[in-house]
């Protein structure tokens, strides 16, 4: 199984690219973690959010391989234990 990581975003800082790498690492070989980076849109004093959200969003559903369960991250969203998580990806 393949996992993509695909997130709006350019040049992470460093903790962070450390993070998903030690993330990456410690999954099993079988769970291949992949990032892909879409830019941001860029924001300026006058900029039509609502239209960079939505060309944010076609680029990242365009990113999404052929055939995969699709998963949304948002950050009040429900957490998952790490138990809880490897019993989701059991069942993908």
């Known amino acids: 199984m393949n996992i993509h990581l695909i997130a709006v975003g350019g040049k992470m800082p460093n903790w962070v ?15 291949a973690l992949r990032l892909t980076e879409i830019s941001a849109g860029k924001r300026g004093k006058n900029a039509d959010i609502a239209r960079i959200m939505r ?7 365009a990113a999404v391989p052929k055939g995969a369960t699709l998963v949304a991250l948002e950050v009040d969203g429900k957490r998952w234990s790490t138990g809880q998580l490897a019993e989701q990806l059991d069942g993908w």
Do not use: H, V
């Not at 690219?17 to 070989?29: D, I, T």
């Open 17 to 31: 690219q450390q993070g998903y790498e030690e993330y990456a690492k410690r999954l099993p070989a079988e769970c």
């Open 55 to 61: 060309d944010e969003s076609t680029r990242l559903l």
